[in-house]
């Protein structure tokens, strides 16, 4: 079942855009498009983006640049990006897209049984990693609540009676505490009524 994640696709020009898209539709989830670098930032700050398809070379911010960016930003720096060039291999742009966490590098024209199983794969690897965090918060939140320091004592009106934590019941200890009480009081009472007779 298709995730809610998007896959964004940015690229200056529109018929690559349409080629990409082309290429996704059998994968069944929701792409989006943007055409500059400054609109994939918003569009990737914006939140819900599961892959980024890129181009590296772009009018003003470039591919790189935008990976730069989401780098050094917590909720985008693990978002996997396809890097996308038309201009051949290029060791220097490998060797910089990779060492920004790239996870691929792509040759324009795409081939479209290629691209497809690279992005499968990515994305699921992504969503996994999400849902993992999220039950890893679940249950950091569970063992935290579990931890907790136990709710003090309040002090009943009555002083003969043990003090209580909130939401308890009374206990069988409680209930022994009152009888030895009560036992003990009534004692006291029959022997201050005898001295009183004696007297």
Do not use: C, N
Request: glycine fraction near 6%; charge should be negative; aromatic fraction near 4%.
């Amino acid at each position: 079942m298709p995730s809610d994640a998007k896959i964004l696709i940015v690229d200056d020009h529109e018929d690559t855009l349409y080629a990409l898209e082309s290429a996704l539709a059998p994968l069944g989830h929701l792409v989006t498009r943007a055409t500059s670098g400054d609109d994939a930032l918003k569009e990737v700050l914006r939140g819900q983006v599961g892959l980024l398809l890129l181009d590296v070379r772009m009018p003003g911010v470039s591919g790189l640049d935008v990976v730069r960016y989401m780098r050094r930003v917590e909720q985008t720096q693990h978002i996997p990006v396809i890097l996308l060039t038309g201009f051949g291999p290029d060791t220097e742009l490998s060797a910089t897209a990779f060492a920004l966490g790239v996870a691929d590098l792509v040759m324009k024209p795409v081939d479209p049984w290629t691209l497809r199983t690279k992005v499968r794969y990515l994305y699921d690897a992504h969503q996994r990693r999400r849902a993992l965090e999220a039950e890893v918060r679940e249950l950091r939140a569970r063992t935290e609540e579990r931890a907790s320091p136990p709710a003090p004592r309040r002090p009943h009106p009555d002083t003969r009676v043990p003090p209580q934590r909130d939401g308890h019941s009374e206990t069988r200890e409680t209930r022994e505490t009152w009888e030895t009480r009560d036992a003990r009081d009534a004692r006291d009472a029959r022997e201050t009524r005898e001295q009183d007779r004696t007297a």
